[in-house]
Structure formats: structure tokens, C-alpha cells
């Protein structure tokens, strides 16, 4: 029972999501301009009604961003369906070059830029990007601390309170100092080699939607979020009046691991492990926005990793584990799901007792377990052959280890009773029950 157990769990945990570095893509509206901020004419002409976007990947806790790249099979693809806004007095192609200083000018701070966290650095405070909503120590941007703009406009500029954009940015500038400071930047295909220029969507010589590349990166040491548990990184900030879409590629240091591979994620390929040169390659559905939603539940026959997010009309099927070879003595017509240690044959049952999984005769004692899969709580019930007997009944684990067991005493009739699931951990179980000599086993899976 055990040996089959773990194999069962196994099968499950593959076909479930493996835990990928990447847990999701977070697309925020950081700021909604309005007629006051378009005054200005030394940033540029910043149209009302023009959205700041801010992207943030969010990791598993301890694991560090390395770099956003595009190479000659995975696009690295930002766009816009118009054209995004670049402040051309004090802009930067990267985030982490402009000086704080700058931003208290005109609207320097919803400059369209990419970024490994980093947002500006002061002397020895480096500041990195946080969602507003988590951003706890105020802000140095906007109302007072502008300078008007080329107008002089009296409280200043981006003081914009738009509810679409969550937090006033004078509230909170969504930039936070940390003590870890990424080093040995390095970038590729963004700034023209000979001139440093930025013809780019990032850079302010010239207006335009998209950014598409096969041949591009930035780069660092390494950089975690402010908040190492949530551990969510600015990968950019992007202005512009219409809607953004993208694909991204990234590789990550994961410490889980084996540290002579590499970790990258894409929006779009396949999962492949190269061994000669070290890399694991995954394929997130995060990565990609706006997102495919479908059935990404995988408890469901429906369900496909390439979805990002779960629309449950789309999951319809549930799945069933059991055995459906019909030449098995243990063929379960309601199973949708095969698993093949779950089959018995003459000779061979996978370590089991073959007289228990295909009994000759009717069992005297049957047991149910509902609902499954679980959440919460399940209900057993059993109905023994032989009245006045012994009952008790135990729950394994898929380790074969029993996690609850009870003692029902004498038992007169139907047996029912619950289980309370709260402190179990989610995975396969089996419940087996005796009374008198007879006994039955029935698995369940705790969602």
C-alpha cells in the first residue's frame, strides 16, 4: 500500500502544476494624468487621460531576477496601441539612471522606462519599486515636491486623484530604499552602441507603440523585492493613452535549484532542460499579457498550464483517478483518469493484496468517502455485514503513514462519521476501516 500510494502521489504532483519560480505578473495603474500635467512643455506633451503602467514580476520567496532578454527564440515583445510618453528633458531608457533630484521636475516620474527594480539612487540610498498599496513610507514626488512644470503650476504636478490608479501619488511614490543593491548592470539592443542613443519606445528621439526584439537584454547581479515575501520586482513603467500588452522573457536565480543550471522562464515555447549548457527552460503563462484565462484548475480534465487565469465555466470534467483497463478485476467504470499502478490482474497488484482491491465475493463490509476530491471535511460511511462488532477506522497518508485514526467501539447497524481536513496537508489519503474480520480501504484527495 505504501510503495502505491507514493507512486499515485507522484503521478498527481506531475500532472498538478510544478511550483514554478514565477508565480504571477502583476500589471499596475500607477498614475492617470490629467489637464494640469499636460501644461508642461519641457517633459513633452503629456495628452490627459494617459495611464502610467507599472509591470512587476512576483517570484517565489528567495528567488532573485537576473535579467529580462529577448533572444533568437523567445521575442521580448512591449507594446502599446498608442504611443507611449517619454519626458525628453530628463527621461531615462533605464530606471535606475534617473537621479532622484530629477524627479521633482515637471513629470519626470512617468517617464516610460525598464528597470531590474531599481527606480533612482541618492548618495547611499537606493530606491527599488513597491506597489502603491504597499508602499509605507510616504512619497517625494508630485504636489509640493514638483516644480509646476514649465507653467509653474501653483501645488505642482501629478497630484492627479483618479480612483483608477488606487493611492494619490503624493501619498505614496511607490519607491522604497533597500540595502541590497544589484550590481554589474549590463544592457543590449535598447541603446545604439556608437552614439548611446535610445531610438526605442523608452527613449524620447522618437514616438512609438512597440518595442520587439530577438536580440536584446538588461541585466544584473541579481535583485529580490522590497518585501522579500511577496518579493515582487519592477521590471518597467510604461505611459501611454492606449492599451499595453507584452511577452517577457526572464531568467531567475532559483535556490531550489541545482546551482549549475540556470532558470529561464518565456511566454511562449517549450519546457526543455539542456544539460550541455546547463539550462532549464519553462514556459510561464504569467508572462504573456493581457492573459489567457480558461480552466486552470487542475483537479479538471480541462485543465492546461498555458492558462493564467481560472475561468470555471471552462472547467467541467473532474477529474477521476482509478483504474479503467475493463480487463482489470478492479475496473472502475467512473474513473475519467487512468493510473496504471492502480490496476490488479492475477499476479500482479503493485505490492497490494490482490484479495482485498478484487474480492471473489461481495464484500461483507462497504465503505464510502465523500465528497471527493475535499476541502474541509469529508464523510465516511460504511455499511458492515455483521451487527454488534468492533469498528475502528484509520487515514493514511500517501507515505503510508496514519494521520488520524479512531476507535468506534461496538457497532450496531451503519457506520457514518466525519473527518475534520483542516490540518491536512493537500494530496492523496486512504481511509481503511475493520470491523469484526472484514475490512475495505477507498482514497481521496484533499484539495
Known amino acids: 500500500m505504501k510503495n502505491l500510494l507514493i507512486l ?15 508565480k504571477k505578473v502583476i500589471v499596475e495603474t500607477y498614475y492617470v494624468s490629467d489637464a494640469k500635467d499636460a501644461t508642461d512643455t519641457t517633459g513633452g506633451y503629456l495628452e490627459p487621460g494617459s495611464k502610467t503602467f507599472r509591470i512587476y514580476v512576483q517570484m517565489q520567496p528567495g ?10 527564440d523567445h521575442m521580448l ?26 524627479y521633482h521636475r515637471n513629470t519626470v516620474a512617468l517617464d516610460s522606462y525598464l528597470t531590474l527594480g531599481q527606480t533612482t539612487r541618492k548618495a547611499a540610498s537606493t530606491y527599488f519599486g513597491v506597489l502603491k498599496s504597499l ?103 510604461l505611459t501611454t493613452k492606449g492599451e499595453i500588452s507584452f511577452e517577457l522573457n526572464v531568467q531567475v536565480y532559483d ?29 510561464s503563462p504569467y508572462l504573456k499579457y493581457p492573459a489567457s484565462c480558461g480552466c486552470a484548475d487542475p483537479n479538471f480534465l480541462e485543465y492546461n498550464k498555458k492558462y493564467a487565469c481560472s475561468n470555471m465555466d471552462s472547467c467541467k470534467t473532474r477529474i477521476v483517478l482509478g483504474c479503467t483497463d475493463v480487463n482489470a478485476c478492479n475496473y472502475n467504470p ?17 505490492d497490494r493484496d490482490i484479495s482485498l482491491a478484487c474480492p471473489s465475493d461481495e464484500p461483507v463490509l462497504r465503505l464510502d468517502v465523500y465528497p471527493n476530491p475535499a476541502e474541509s471535511m469529508i464523510t465516511i460511511q ?34 457514518s ?21 472484514a475490512t475495505d480501504s477507498r482514497m481521496f484527495i484533499k484539495n
Open 255 to 283: 535556490p531550489i535549484v541545482d546551482n549549475s543550471f540556470r532558470s529561464f522562464y518565456v511566454a511562449q515555447g517549450r519546457d526543455t532542460i539542456n544539460a550541455g549548457e546547463k539550462t532549464i527552460t519553462k514556459s
Open 135 to 237: 508602499d509605507a513610507d510616504g512619497s517625494f514626488i508630485g504636489g509640493a515636491n514638483n516644480d509646476g512644470g514649465s507653467s509653474l503650476v501653483p501645488g505642482g504636478l501629478l497630484t492627479n486623484n483618479n480612483a483608477l490608479a488606487g493611492l494619490a501619488l503624493t501619498d505614496a511614490d511607490g519607491m522604497a530604499s533597500m540595502a541590497n543593491v544589484e550590481s554589474n548592470w549590463g544592457n543590449l539592443g535598447f541603446l545604439d552602441l556608437t552614439s548611446g542613443e535610445d531610438s526605442t519606445i523608452f527613449g524620447s528621439t522618437k514616438t512609438g507603440t512597440s518595442f520587439e526584439s530577438n536580440d536584446a537584454f538588461l541585466s544584473n547581479t541579481g535583485v529580490m523585492g522590497v518585501i522579500p515575501d511577496s518579493n515582487q520586482v519592477l521590471i518597467a513603467q
Open 77 to 102: 515583445k512591449i507594446s502599446s496601441t498608442a504611443a507611449v510618453f517619454n519626458n525628453r528633458s530628463y527621461g531615462e531608457t533605464f530606471g535606475k539612471d534617473i537621479k532622484q533630484s530629477y
Open 334 to 350: 467512473e474513473a475519467n483518469y487512468n493510473v496504471v499502478y492502480m490496476c490488479c490482474y492475477p499476479g500482479k497488484c503493485y
Open 63 to 72: 528567488c532573485k531576477l537576473l535579467s529580462v532578454y529577448g533572444d533568437k
Open 382 to 415: 460504511a455499511s458492515p455485514g455483521n451487527n454488534h462488532t468492533e469498528t475502528q477506522y484509520a487515514v493514511y497518508n500517501y507515505f503510508g503513514k496514519i494521520v488520524y485514526q479512531k476507535d468506534l467501539g461496538v457497532v450496531n447497524g451503519k457506520v
Open 8 to 22: 499515485i502521489f507522484t503521478f498527481f504532483i506531475g500532472y498538478a502544476h510544478a511550483q514554478d519560480a514565477i
Open 417 to 437: 462519521d466525519n473527518v475534520d481536513l483542516t490540518n491536512f496537508e493537500p494530496g492523496i489519503y486512504v481511509v481503511r476501516i475493520i470491523t469484526g474480520n
